[in-house]
């Protein structure tokens, strides 16, 4: 971390202070407003005024964070995708430096300066979020070089609204931003017992806006979207809201009106307390081939593998894949369906998994995501939907689809995710952001712990998958993250050849169990308390653990369902 900059302190001499004094007048330095000394901050013109590497940069008109333009640069084999712009800035000068950014993985810096050079980034990230850091000119800088890059290997980034923000330096940067004009087509887009959903149109030069329940500022938000929790049930509350940026906030915009519904259950409808997840493959990979049926009892909710994308952006249908499982009929699998709710069990379809390609990334897609899901659950029976996208999301958009499914399943919806580690270890990334955003109607986030690198645990030490630490510190970071413990899953492969690695014998799950509700049976890292309404565990497949003799379902199945 670069050290604290020191601003030189400039004095006038005594003799002028003197004279100017005597003629009755006060004297000081003239202070000139701070300006944002970047040429085409925001990509309205193209990419004027940058460089980018190899010709990996490129602008679009989708994702913006203001206006109608954003850079877009795709790293390539041994190049990270650098776009840089030369600034003129003035010697021994404070800049703050700051970009709204996502997608891959995101570096912000900048060199030159004369004194300390400095950086700052970003993991992958499914909506915008801002970078900023701060340096200081050396006695003889004119002009520093500002980038943007992302990393090998990695997915593109998008950069927009890019700021070098101080003292003028004489390079003729972007105008300084109006006050935006107050949001327009303001809804409410669903409604719960507790929350009230709601989206409006774009402001043209808006960085953020920000959300009013009966004229109180409740929420601030850089998308066209937000949901109000904490409400009371079958109560009427007005909406307004307001457009920002760094010159000033917008006249607030029309008010709407949002009721809640009345109270009911909105934990999935009968899921139990302690509940263990298993994914019924829709296909046959060389485990076990099962009809629905064939499940065994010790799972409380079947995620049907997977439903399939179609050519229409964010819908959904699904395809049961009848040849490759022996002659299974559409009738045997919803009447096998009904039979396991009859039981008391849960049956879901998940979207995604590791070739899924369903993208929600606009308010049209997410409309279709919503519609095509509920027109599945209306068809086969299913009781909700399982969100296992492993190849990013965008948190707004996917929260818009949710909460509009949610508004037409109503309060029994069941609700599960499935993400990677990398997707929960900030709240910042889009997959926490959605579980977060969705948490008044959200079951449980089974995360997967396997197929992973090393992560930070809760405790910033860095875990191994293939251990208990590794469960319990990670699962602490979503714990302590803001998930509700009824909300936390831990999700393992149920053998050796369900993943490419990351699997634990079950006794392991057992005592990673048990650490994270009773602290006890915990390795080197014990949490500072305990989580007795953990709500269980999940695997990957109620195939793969038929094929090792339902090994996996025998020892955790009975162990979570006697959690306290």
């Known amino acids: 971390m670069p050290g604290r900059s020191r601003r030189r302190i400039r004095t006038w001499p005594v003799t002028a202070a003197l004279a100017l004094s005597v003629a009755g007048l006060t004297a000081a330095p003239a202070a000139a407003a701070d300006v944002n000394n970047l040429k085409n901050a925001g990509f309205e013109s193209g990419l004027s005024n940058w460089t980018c590497s190899a010709g990996s940069?490129?602008?679009?008109?989708?994702?913006?964070?203001?206006?109608?333009?954003?850079?877009?640069?795709?790293?390539?084999?041994?190049?990270?995708?650098?776009?840089?712009?030369?600034?003129?800035?003035?010697?021994?000068?404070?800049?703050?430096?700051?970009?709204?950014?996502?997608?891959?993985?995101?570096?912000?810096?900048?060199?030159?300066?004369?004194?300390?050079?400095?950086?700052?980034?970003?993991?992958?990230?499914?909506?915008?979020?801002?970078?900023?850091?701060?340096?200081?000119?050396?006695?003889?800088?004119?002009?520093?070089?500002?980038?943007?890059?992302?990393?090998?290997?990695?997915?593109?980034?998008?950069?927009?609204?890019?700021?070098?923000?101080?003292?003028?330096?004489?390079?003729?940067?972007?105008?300084?931003?109006?006050?935006?004009?107050?949001?327009?087509?303001?809804?409410?887009?669903?409604?719960?017992?507790?929350?009230?959903?709601?989206?409006?149109g774009a402001v043209s030069g808006a960085t953020g806006y920000s959300v009013y329940r009966n004229g109180t500022k409740v929420t601030a938000v850089t998308g066209t979207s937000a949901t109000v929790t904490g409400l009371a049930a079958a109560t009427s509350y007005s909406f307004q809201v307001t457009a920002t940026n760094s010159a000033g906030k917008s006249p607030k915009s029309a008010t709407v009106t949002g009721t809640t519904a009345t109270s009911g259950d909105t934990d999935g409808g009968t899921v139990p307390r302690h509940a263990v997840t298993g994914y019924w493959q829709n296909f046959n990979n060389g485990a076990t081939v099962q009809k629905v049926s064939d499940v065994p009892s010790a799972y409380d909710i079947i995620a049907v593998a997977f439903a399939d994308a179609t050519s229409t952006p964010g819908a959904v249908t699904f395809n049961l894949d009848s040849a490759g499982l022996g002659g299974y009929t559409v009738d045997q699998f919803k009447a096998d369906i009904k039979a396991k709710q009859a039981a008391g069990k849960k049956v879901i379809v998940s979207v995604g998994g590791e070739r899924g390609t369903v993208s929600v990334n606009d308010s049209a897609s997410a409309a279709n995501f919503a519609d095509s899901v509920y027109s599945l659950m209306q068809t086969y029976g299913f009781d909700g939907v399982d969100i296992d996208l492993e190849n990013g999301l965008n948190a707004t958009y996917m929260t818009q689809a949710l909460r509009s499914l949610s508004a037409k399943a109503g309060s029994s919806l069941v609700l599960t995710m499935a993400p990677q580690t990398i997707d929960m270890q900030s709240t910042s990334n889009g997959y926490f952001q959605t579980a977060l955003n969705v948490k008044d109607i959200l079951t449980v986030v089974n995360m997967q712990y396997y197929n992973s690198g090393s992560m930070l645990g809760c405790d910033g030490k860095v875990y191994s998958q293939g251990s208990v630490d590794f469960l319990t510190a990670l699962a602490c970071v979503q714990l302590?993250?803001?998930?509700?413990?009824?909300?936390?899953?831990?999700?393992?492969?149920?053998?050796?050849?369900?993943?490419?690695?990351?699997?634990?014998?079950?006794?392991?799950?057992?005592?990673?169990?048990?650490?994270?509700?009773?602290?006890?049976?915990?390795?080197?890292?014990?949490?500072?308390?305990?989580?007795?309404?953990?709500?269980?565990?999940?695997?990957?497949?109620?195939?793969?653990?038929?094929?090792?003799?339902?090994?996996?379902?025998?020892?955790?199945?009975?162990?979570?369902?006697?959690?306290?």
């Open 57 to 200: 940069g490129t602008t679009v008109s989708s994702p913006v964070h203001s206006g109608t333009g954003a850079l877009k640069a795709t790293p390539a084999g041994q190049d990270n995708a650098r776009c840089a712009q030369t600034v003129a800035v003035r010697p021994d000068s404070t800049y703050t430096l700051s970009a709204w950014v996502q997608g891959g993985y995101t570096y912000l810096g900048v060199t030159g300066t004369g004194t300390t050079d400095v950086s700052t980034w970003t993991p992958d990230s499914a909506s915008w979020k801002q970078l900023t850091t701060t340096f200081t000119t050396g006695s003889g800088t004119t002009s520093v070089t500002v980038y943007t890059h992302g990393w090998y290997g990695q997915a593109a980034y998008v950069a927009d609204d890019v700021s070098v923000h101080g003292p003028d330096g004489g390079g003729g940067g972007d105008p300084a931003p109006t006050v935006p004009a107050a949001p327009s087509g303001l809804t409410v887009s669903g409604t719960t017992s507790s929350s009230v959903s709601l989206s409006w």
């Open 480 to 564: 302590e993250g803001g998930l509700a413990p009824s909300q936390v899953g831990l999700g393992l492969p149920a053998s050796t050849r369900a993943a490419g690695g990351g699997y634990v014998s079950p006794t392991v799950v057992d005592n990673a169990l048990d650490c994270l509700t009773k602290g006890t049976g915990c390795g080197s890292f014990k949490p500072s308390k305990t989580y007795p309404d953990l709500r269980g565990a999940m695997t990957w497949s109620t195939n793969w653990d038929a094929t090792s003799g339902n090994a996996w379902s025998n020892t955790v199945g009975p162990h979570v369902h006697a959690l306290p």
